[in-house]
DNA sequence: TTCCGTGGTTTATTATATGAACCGGCGGTA
DNA sequence: TACCGCCGGTTCATATAATAAACCACGGAA
């Protein structure tokens, strides 16, 4: 591993949880030595990354981050693309929803609208990253990766969440045939014990997916008939994001024929 | 310099009117080898801080950023907490007016608000840094910042933006002088040549400044009379925000006996 | 006093970054 | 057709920069 992820690693324990993280603390996180974490937080700090409490000494983002984030959204609008469609959405179903985007080999939420109709609601972290195997996001852009990829996750240590969470290759493989033939993939407390999810691949330019939207409900309200009525709306608007990103499902992904016949 | 600093430094070459680069330009940009340059692009690749075009090869910022900027707003709402001020100071005295953070050396952009009330405007790039030696902000924050870093500022090479560019340390040091008395520094036409513009420091927790809030107008506006109305209101908008941000200025700023005075 | 637990620094060792040269594809052009 | 220049990307011997054990200094607690 490069010492330039070594680096940004440290950036991503981050969280609205742990806004702010000591030497100590990264040391922990990270499993790394003191003095390697040490030259890399100051490394981060001089370039404005992180910056320093100058009584506690611990360390937060720093006010790069913002500019490049004005920078990003400006020229290339990802998010505010994204933003009405799953708020719409969320509106429309009445559950919390959600959208990705792929970076690596995880899931990086940049949206979520939680229209708070019922007393009971999912909790949604949007900074956390995601793992591929344990989220319907996840299995949804998965089964539409290259093989190499696939093959390099499902390898990979798996790790398991919940009591539910599918860990074996095999079981994922199967999920992701389901995936394959409907374009929806459906996974309960896989992540979260309390959660049910189902979601779609989405696309920008080029034909890997871009990230996934997806519609969480609480364990408890994911029955049958409820789920199977998010269905048709959660394609709907993983349609509308994936055209007015300028995308198109590849001819692989059973949305493609929908892309061409709403066309 | 560090492999780290390297790969972010590439980061930086961002901006609203470059928002995608290739390897070959990246390359004449940092002035540094291809195939360290390209490693250093496929690391900041993988973990999600940019993403390449499929077809043309270049690179853009990646959602990464995305997330990470909206931990730092929801934890830390810098920008949050500065937004209405600077709206309200521009609505106030009708010119541009924009607050940046320190960011090692450089002062970063993060936030301007235009009134466009005039027919001549001064015109804003958010996404550029502002250097300390030729822009009012850079002066309003020098002159307060620890001797050593005034030093190796006013050492270094002191890039001429026009012609009334000042880059002599002894004149910088003047200046300096003058802000140390009134708080305000003032420059005219030495970053952009159509511009003049003051600047106050601003100060969240800690004895070192952490940003500048300064107020712009075109050079054909900047009459004796105008300057001095601005300044009023710039000192007030300033301990507004070093107040919100839970700073003091320390005994040294001449606005640490107005903050004593006014709360 | 001693004993931890912080954050931070030093320095010999070694792993990692570097860059000159290289590859292969593309578009123009003679 | 062949040739050229330019693009993104890769290789591998070399040298530089990253690493980690041990260390320092400080601040509480017992």
Redo the contacts between chains.
Sequence with gaps: M????K???L?EF???SR?EIGLGQFVKLSGRDKATVH??LV??L????LEQ???TRSY?????????????????P??ALIRPVVRRLADDVGELVHAS????DQL???YFSDPRRYGVQVHFN??E?LPFHATSSGIAVLTFCPAAQQARILEGTLREYTGDTVTDPEALRALMEETRETGIASIARAFDPEVASQAVAIYG????PM?ALSVSVPSVRATPDHTENLRAPLIEAALDITRSLGGTYPPDHPLSRSMAGAK
Tied chains: 1, 2.
Excluded at 2 to 5: L, R
Excluded at 60 to 76: D, N, Q
Excluded at 101 to 104: E, S, T
């Design positions: 490069g010492t330039i992820t680096a940004l690693e950036l981050f969280s609205e806004p030259r890399h490394e981060l001089e370039n404005g990354w409490d100058h009584e937060r983002l720093g006010p790069a981050i913002l500019r490049l984030s004005a920078v990003r959204e400006t020229t290339y990802t998010r985007l792929m970076q690596g990086s939420p940049i949007m900074s990253l330019a080029g034909d890997v990230g």
